[in-house]
């Protein structure tokens, strides 16, 4: 697994949770990252994406709630997820188009 997404879990409407995807500097190096979501029955969705240089952008249903960044020393990025709903509920997964690579997914639930 060249991509690993971790930090997801369960939590109460209005919390926050942490996802964090790693891999190598090498896979990251000049890349675009993204996070995607799906939920039982529904289509994978894109939810937030960051260029190499830190420009960012973010699916109507999340933004002002959801921020994505990244650490390039430490091939890193982040989704930081606050005011979090049950419609959030979904496995997360990381991509980069940079050889085509997926994350494992990491599950989110929030109940209300």
């Known amino acids: 697994v060249q991509l690993q997404a971790s930090g997801g879990g369960l939590v109460q409407a209005g919390g926050s949770l942490r996802l964090s995807c790693a891999a190598s500097?090498?896979?990251?190096?000049?890349?675009?990252v993204e996070w995607y979501r799906q939920a039982p029955g529904k289509e994978r969705e894109l939810v937030a994406s960051?260029?190499?240089?830190?420009?960012?952008d973010y699916a109507a249903s999340v933004k002002g709630r959801f921020t994505i960044s990244r650490d390039n020393a430490k091939a890193t990025v982040d989704l930081q997820m606050n005011s979090l709903k049950p419609e959030d509920t979904a496995v997360y997964y990381c991509?980069?188009?940079?050889?085509?690579?997926w994350g494992q997914g990491t599950q989110v639930t929030v109940s209300s």
């Open positions: 991509y980069t188009p940079r050889g085509d690579l």
């Open positions: 960051i260029t190499w240089t830190g420009n960012t």
């Open positions: 500097k090498i896979t990251f190096r000049l890349s675009n």
